[in-house]
């Protein structure tokens, strides 16, 4: 079983950063990433990595950048120019050949 533990969310003004940050357990984990899911919406894909690539939703490309730390397990997801439609839980998820595995969010919330 691979735990997934996100931390770093927080209260931000409009412009400002947040890094989050999100702790693995376990072993051959290929791919991790972000999702987001804002008050009544669905959880939306914001970026993912793997061993060769990165990829980012159209929404944050050029504010967020999503990078890994192999020897620590763990992914980070820093966030610039944060605007307020950037509010929502960010959820962590790591993928190796037995499964998907879920953290259990943490609150990201920009003030205009």
């Known amino acids: 079983q691979v735990q997934v533990v996100e931390s770093g969310g927080g209260l931000v003004q409009a412009g400002g950063s947040l890094r989050l940050s999100c702790a693995t357990s376990g072993s051959n984990i290929h791919t991790m990433g972000w999702y987001r899911q804002a008050p009544g919406k669905q959880r939306d894909r914001v970026a993912t990595i793997t061993d060769s690539s990165t990829n980012y939703a159209d929404s944050v490309k050029g504010r967020f950048t999503i990078s890994r730390d192999n020897a620590k397990s763990t992914v980070y997801l820093q966030m610039n120019s944060l605007k307020p439609e950037d509010t929502a839980v960010y959820y962590c998820?790591?993928?190796?050949?037995?499964?998907?595995?879920w953290g259990q969010g943490t609150q990201v919330t920009v003030s205009s």
């Open positions: 998820y790591a993928v190796n050949f037995l499964g998907s595995y």
